[in-house]
């Protein structure tokens, strides 16, 4: 290795590079030898080594807030004074305060210091609002502060520059009472936090989520679909069961009036079950369907369920879907369920061609063309929240991810459909919406594992307010009113950062362990029997709420669901940068090149292929024709093209030749000779 390689700068390498770090150390005691010379810097550095720790261990393991004692009561005179007891509390610079004794504190002196140290502003309306009663709501705090104290004179010493006078030879640390706009900084760490600046704002998480959610319960039956081509899909009891109760509730329920809300999802959700159960029906042979008929014999009325399928369809068509699926997820599922049941099962017989489609809603996972156009929507929607939200998170823990999801390919983005429109799925396009919603919805849970994992480790916090709380105060112009001491923060074992969800400590690292830390989730598609028919199992609850029961949700609810008494997840403020719309139009039309970029390359190497094929064709019949043909078929081959002026000669010639006005034709001498006249002889 050369030494260019070795050498690295210290913003490369942070606080070293492995081994000694590169920066000064933070702490750094005295050693002390026999006939050492010893100064004031080395008992300086002695008390700040030893000072330094203390209030590192305060500030990182207790916390700040109030260890005991403190007590703050109104004065027995009234007035506008309060008593403090005597305790011990911790600031967040690790500062020790001590109140020994009890001690009388004057409040409405403090406010008008605050006034005036405010320039005259006062913090009561401001701050907490008009409360209507004339009363003012202020925070009683106490501040470290240390003072010089037991001045001596040096003795005179050789340095050019001697300290004048006396010098003070010890630091009293004290404290001061403070009164400032109740509005504390809080110190507690709410792990609900970090994730909430991780994932980002939670009305834009939350419709990404729900896109996952929706495409985990078609990946099966997608992959399904395409792997099982023309193999038949097996009709058990439970298709059976699911047939019988579907078609005998829509018989009792279908009327003449339109169907409410209620009725209309439950005709839709038996439409579905009766439509997959016809479906699976039809990718039977005629020896199947007698088979089945003859093991079932309620199917015998196949014909009456189509047409019932038919007249509930059509009382579905016409209901306000935006009223009856408020969702628009489930409202696109819906509406994919009438689309895909009329076009698929109602008729009689049914269409031989759309085997894709067929399958997909036999396994209860209609796919119609607006819900294809709507699933590639989702793949870019997924896409483009991931790349944002990994460039953002505080603290990368997977390199890969961002690459993995920046190459996965996104099928290109298609126009909404025409009304009525049946345009047939290809295995081709199936595949790619498979796959890309494989790949992402692996990534999404990746990323939002990593976030939840991460929020467990509690940072350092900063300290930008030293003062601590001690009570609140509510004021009636000089007097005090009431002091509450309940919610000021207190040190508790573990520090106060912890004891805001020491509660769900537990729980969290239980489900730590089984979560985080654990190989990287990938989709694993599904294995189909060999034999025939395929069994696949019908997607129940797909029209239903989604439920969120995995670990990952039940760490997600634990973190960002507040327990009795507990401060919520401080809300995520975030800039908003709005895309001109000539930059999404760009950015449509740049995938739609990239889409017909990919079919070119495609049909290129389709061509390649034919060409490939065409000269071992060619090769073939060389070796078949005899010797003669062979050498005459060599001359042919290698014979130069004829030259570009005699084509143009040749092609001039013959078209003069065309337009050329056909000769006259011209009697002989003998054709002209005349008819003898009448008397002559011939």
Known sequence: MTASMTTTSKADCGCGCGGTSAWPATFVRPRFFA?????EDDLSLLVEYTTGKTRLHNRTVYGPGVVCGLEVSCDPCGGGA??????????????????????????????????????GVDCGEPCDGDHGDGQRRYGLYVRYEEMPADPVAPYATEE??????????????????????????????????????????????????????????????????????????????????????SLEWLRSSIGGEPPTQDVAVAMTENVRGLASAVARYDTHDAAGQQRIREEFGNLAEIATARQVLGTACELLAGTDQE??????????????????????????????????????????????????VEFRNDLVAIREWLLGRIDRAPGAADRTLR???RTTPIPRLLPAPEPGGDRQLTNVELGQIEEAAAALTAALVRFVTDAAC????????????????????????CDVLRVCSATREQVLPGGSAYGEWLPKLYPLRELAARLCCRPVAVYRPPTLPDDDPVSRPYVSGLLEEWPLTGDLDQMWNLLL???????????????????PSEVTDSLHELSVLRAQIRDLSATVEALHAQLDTAREQVGQVREQLPDRLGQRLDELESAPPPAKEEQEKEASAKKAESQKPPARR????SSRTQKPRPGESS
């Open 160 to 245: 050019p520059c001697p300290t004048p006078g006396c010098v003070p030879s010890r630091i009293r640390e004290g404290l001061r009472f403070v009164v400032k706009c109740d509005d504390t900084e809080d110190h507690r760490y709410n792990p609900g936090t970090r994730l909430l600046a991780s994932v980002g704002p939670l009305d834009k998480y939350q419709p990404v989520l729900a896109m996952a959610q929706r495409f985990e319960l078609y990946l099966d039956p997608m992959v399904t679909a395409r792997a099982m081509g023309t193999r038949p899909i097996a009709f058990d009891f439970l298709d059976a069961e699911r047939y019988t109760a």
């Open 35 to 39: 006939g050492q010379l010893l100064t």
């Open 454 to 477: 991460a929020s467990l480790n509690p940072p350092c916090t900063d300290c930008t307010d030293t003062d601590v709380l001690l009570a609140h105060l509510e004021l009636d112009d």
């Open 666 to 669: 011209t009697r002989s001498a």
């Open 82 to 119: 309060v008593t403090v007891h005597p305790g011990h509390a911790l600031d967040c610079r690790g500062n020790d305060i001590v109140l020994s004794c009890k001690e009388k504190v004057d409040v409405s002196a403090l406010v008008r210091e605050q006034r005036v140290s405010s320039l």
């Open 403 to 405: 690459d993995l999801v």
């Open 323 to 372: 009223e009856v699926w408020p969702d628009p997820l489930r409202r696109s599922i819906a509406g994919a369920v009438v689309a895909e049941t009329r076009a698929r099962v109602v008729p009689d017989p049914p269409a031989a061609d759309a085997l894709l489609q067929v399958r997909l809603l036999a396994q209860g996972t209609p796919v119609s063309d607006a819900l294809q």
């Open 561 to 579: 669901t507040p327990a009795p008494g507990e401060t919520p997840p401080k809300a995520l403020h975030e800039q908003v940068y709005i895309v």
